[in-house]
């Protein structure tokens, strides 16, 4: 960044994008497919908000009435959105990206350009500036849209809500970019722009439908072992299926085939203790690597971050922490517990391009 | 000025440009003339700072390229055989981009792109780069190469793709910046070109200059050597008198004398010249025959 020049790269990239076909045509469909799912989590919303008024309206003039569980969230209205930001942000990234640079290469632009008082690096960030400069245009534009379509619906945000949607705005701007960023690697490292694409789109196929079959499917079955076995001497019961109750604070009874249930009354404690604690070590080690693999998929970190955002702040009930307490559901605490996601998704882009932007600084222009 | 001191480039351990020295004064047209793989583009890559020489080292205008590439690329002006541009943009788009690289005004933008694409035919011409012909981009290039007004121009194959026109446009301009001062570097490989508007030359063979210096003396045969033969065709307004020098092999008169095809050792126009003048003879034409000039080129690639 020392010439200046990579304002004027930057420029016109985000010219480029904006003009280009390509992005104008994901883009379109992005933009219609989030708004029609915006309206139809809008309406869904107003329907759960009137049935709610109703049932409040029913418990007021009946004391002994069903109480409603929940208030319906305006956020709700972004769980119809997040499944398509997922898959058509990964494409969207992929498409501002896997060209870049191989462009430059077949056109023969890249020798010219280089042969202006400028630096390598000027090229590279000018390219990854105007990116995020037609992405987030991109991303305003949604937004700004939504939320015209909400005050066009009478809904206005509180603070937390209004908070919370630019947290959602931000990891999926996140996510894209992540896609965006392993398109320039790939762009970087092609002899041309076909196998650029068909690069990425491995990656992006890998990443947001392949590894959560690893992290959940037999895959994991293979790395994490098999669930450990209830003892033997517990079990007891006709038809395949098994049972047993606790003689401690609390009483359990679990059926695999819901037939009849005939009750161990005699437990060997110790031996139940034993399989309870090795049970529970090995569906946390399950949970731990199941986050781990996780971590490396922008889809799958988008999806816990929107999930959490929206879900905390849905009024639904939250789940319960060890103290059996509902967990605390604030924005800070949220925040707190979606932090390796976050990171995740600062690191996934910040190391392709970083890859990048070694392989670029080092290619051999002839 | 052009300087190149003992440059040398290696690409796994085989030497593309070996011990390269020559300096291109202010105001000289060189041709770096070679074969193929001679190391030209090699040379001229290392020139304009794209890559980096193995040793050795290149100056223009006494600034060390691979020291300072951003102060010397603001002095040149190159252009590339396979020149590139971005389809999507109109050839003033192209040019504005580029200049907003040397960090001009707009308005001084806008005056140079119009003059420019003025002077090499493309003035008026409002379809985007995409849709141009080989020859139309080719002259988009001289006038991308001419953008920041360069001390010192690199031009590599420039008339590779252009049509008659083209040609001629490109020999005024390159005559214009001769006639300013500038020192302008030709790589090619088609001799014809070469001699008509360079006023040196250098031979390029296998990475090594083999030969260089002005027409004249390239094409004088080494002594000692017997290969080569150069042939000069004159015409003349009157009847001219037999030719006398110790470097004539043979000369064919025409029947009314007024043409001959002169076959000697070495250029010798200059003395046929002298001759002429001193009978008073008006001289029509005085040249070396383009086919025994590429013969004799030809011979320095094949003595390495």
Redesign the interface.
């Known amino acids: 960044m020392?010439?200046?020049?990579w304002k004027?790269i930057a420029s016109?990239e985000i010219f480029?994008h904006i003009?280009?076909r390509k992005f104008m045509l994901i883009f379109g469909i992005f933009l219609i497919i989030s708004m029609v799912g915006l309206v139809g989590g809008l309406i869904d919303y107003q329907k759960q908000l009137d049935s709610y008024n109703e049932q409040l309206s029913v418990a007021g003039e009946d004391e002994m009435g069903y109480m409603p569980y929940w208030k319906p969230s305006l956020l709700s209205i972004f769980f119809q959105i997040s499944p398509m930001i997922i898959s058509l942000g990964g494409v969207l990234g992929i498409a501002m990206g896997f060209d870049l640079i191989t462009k430059e290469k077949e056109?023969?632009?890249?020798?010219?350009?280089?042969?202006?008082?400028?630096?390598r690096d000027e090229v590279i960030n000018g390219k990854a500036l105007g990116a995020i400069g037609a992405l987030l245009i991109a991303l305003g534009t949604v937004s700004i849209i939504s939320l015209a379509i909400m005050l066009i619906f009478g809904i206005v945000p509180d603070a937390d809500q209004f908070s919370r949607m630019l947290i959602f705005g931000a990891a999926a701007f996140l996510m894209i970019f992540s896609y965006f960023a392993i398109a320039l690697f790939m762009s970087t490292i092609s002899s041309d722009s076909g196998n650029a694409l068909i690069y990425s789109l491995i990656i992006l196929i890998f990443l947001s439908s392949l590894l959560p079959v690893f992290a959940y499917g037999p895959v994991m079955n293979l790395v994490a072992g098999d669930a450990p076995e209830p003892p033997e001497s517990l079990m007891r019961g006709g038809g395949g299926g098994w049972s047993h109750t606790f003689t401690t604070s609390s009483s359990v009874s679990v059926s695999s085939d819901g037939g009849p249930v005939e009750e161990y009354v005699d437990p060997d404690q110790e031996e139940w203790d034993k399989y309870n604690k090795k049970s529970k070590a090995y569906w946390e080690k399950r949970q731990a690597i199941s986050d781990a693999i996780g971590l490396l998929s922008p889809s799958s970190n988008f999806q816990a971050i929107s999930r959490e955002v929206i879900w905390s702040a849905s009024g639904r009930p939250m789940p319960m922490d060890k103290d059996g307490f509902e967990e605390d559901n604030s924005l800070a605490s949220t925040l707190s517990d979606l932090l390796k996601n976050i990171i995740a998704l600062l690191v996934t882009p910040a190391i392709f391009f970083g890859a990048a932007y070694v392989r670029f600084m080092r290619l051999?222009?002839? | 000025m052009i300087e190149f001191e003992h440059l040398t480039k290696e690409y796994n351990g085989i030497k593309a440009v070996d011990d390269l020295c020559l300096t291109i004064p202010d105001g000289e047209v060189f041709g770096l003339l070679g074969p193929n793989g001679a190391g030209k583009s090699t040379t001229i890559l290392m020139l304009i700072g794209l890559i980096e020489p193995t040793e050795g080292r290149c100056l223009i205008d006494g600034v060390e390229v691979a020291k300072n590439p951003i102060e010397v690329k603001h002095r040149i002006g190159y252009m590339p055989e396979d020149v590139g541009f971005y389809a999507t943009l109109t050839a003033e788009q192209n040019l504005d981009f580029f200049a907003r690289l040397y960090g001009m005004k707009k308005a001084e933008r806008k005056e140079k792109i119009e003059s420019l694409l003025e002077l090499v035919g493309l003035s008026g011409v409002e379809k985007k780069v995409g849709g141009y012909s080989k020859g139309m981009r080719q002259r988009l290039g001289i006038a991308k190469a001419l953008i920041n007004d360069p001390a010192v121009m690199i031009l590599d194959e420039p008339t590779a793709n252009l049509d008659p026109q083209g040609v001629a446009d490109y020999r005024r301009i390159i005559q214009e910046m001769a006639k300013q001062g500038k020192t302008v570097l030709v790589s090619s490989h088609i001799l014809s070109e070469v001699s008509r508007v360079c006023t040196s030359v250098g031979i390029l063979s296998q990475g090594r200059i083999v030969a260089n210096g002005k027409w004249e003396d390239l094409a004088r045969i080494p002594e000692g050597s017997t290969s080569g033969e150069i042939r000069i065709n004159v015409r003349t307004k009157e009847a001219m008198p037999e030719f006398s020098n110790s470097e004539i092999i043979s000369v064919d008169y025409t029947d009314d004398r007024k043409g001959a095809s002169v076959l000697s050792h070495s250029d010798i126009r200059d003395d046929i010249s002298d001759v002429l003048q001193k009978t008073g003879t008006g001289i029509r034409e005085l040249s070396l025959d383009r086919d025994s000039l590429e013969d004799f080129i030809l011979s320095y690639y094949q003595e390495q």
Do not use: F, M, Q
Not at chain 1, 2 to 5: D, E, F, R, V
Not at chain 1, 107 to 119: A, D, E, N, T
């Open positions: 020392k010439s200046g020049a004027v016109k480029d003009r280009s056109s023969k632009s890249l020798k010219i350009l280089l042969s202006h008082p400028i630096y051999d222009i002839r």
